[in-house]
């Protein structure tokens, strides 16, 4: 019984360790003053700004869905019988509504 006793006891010890350690050390990592679109290199103290995107790169229009490809038309208007709005479907590659589990095309 006292193997046990003295076992646990050194178990708990390490978990406290561990815990007190996370407490001081995480504010020092984590107070860096990075935007939140830069990175912080804990080795050389510095906050990194993300490489440019490629010159062939082109970003998707704004009311494309972020999985949709560069080809995307604009959204229909909100037909008055549908209850909820178009959204984009790249396997038909069309604007639609799902309604009851059907796919219907606009």
């Known amino acids: 019984m006292r193997c046990c006793g003295r ?3 050194s178990v708990l010890t390490a978990l406290f360790v561990c815990m007190v350690a996370t407490v001081f050390v995480t504010p020092g990592i984590s107070s860096a003053q ?3 679109n830069m990175s912080w290199n804990p ?3 510095e906050c990194k700004i ?9 970003p998707p229009p704004a009311y494309a869905p972020s999985f949709a490809g560069q080809d995307v038309p604009p959204p229909p208007p909100w037909p008055s019988w549908s209850p ?3 959204t984009w ?3 038909f590659h069309q604007w639609g ?3 009851n589990g059907v796919w219907v095309p606009i």
């Open 43 to 45: 080795a050389t103290s």
């Open 84 to 86: 909820v709005a178009p």
């Open 34 to 36: 990075c935007d939140s």
């Open 89 to 91: 479907q790249v396997g």
């Open 7 to 9: 076992r646990l006891v």
């Open 50 to 58: 993300p490489p440019a995107a490629p010159a062939w790169y082109t």
């Open 97 to 99: 509504v799902y309604l």
